[in-house]
Nanobody
Framework: EVQLQASGGGLVQAGGSLRLSCAASGFDFNDYSIDWFRQAPGKEREGVSCFSSADSSTYYADSVKGRFTISSDNAKNTVYLQMNGLEPEDTAVYYC????????????????????WGQGTQVTVSS
């Protein structure tokens, strides 16, 4: 059974930090990118960050560059998103998603092109 389990969300004050985790199982982690998307109320889902094991490349949305860092523990099939300097504009439900043969250096794919999605974890940043 394929699973993407996202966790680590919560309520934090502006300027604070959170670390999200996405634990993958049921598919070959090395053949997929693991991406983080987020969706705020009334807004479209947007890509935040991406990690691909195949070439160890990463990608970040301009809005989070310099604040967020994506990393992977391949032994645990888990991708982490360290979020520092959080802003109220970062408030959203964060989802992890997996796409086969997607190399992050090309940027995000369209959401419908991702095969698997996690259940989402709420991040709320208060001002």
């Amino acid at each position: 059974e394929v699973q993407l389990q996202a966790s680590g969300g919560g309520l934090v004050q502006a300027g604070g930090s959170l670390r999200l985790s996405c634990a993958a199982s049921g598919f070959d982690f090395n053949d997929y990118s693991i991406d983080w998307f987020r969706q705020a109320p009334g807004k479209e889902r947007e890509g935040v960050s991406c990690f691909s094991s195949a070439d160890s490349s990463t990608y970040y949305a301009d809005s989070v560059k310099g604040r967020f860092t994506i990393s992977s523990d391949n032994a645990k099939n888990t991708v982490y998103l360290q979020m520092n300097g959080l802003e109220p504009e970062d408030t959203a439900v964060y989802y992890c998603a997996a796409a086969a043969y997607h190399l992050c250096r090309v940027g995000f794919w369209r959401p419908e092109e991702y095969e698997y999605w996690g259940q989402g974890t709420q991040v709320t940043v208060s001002s």
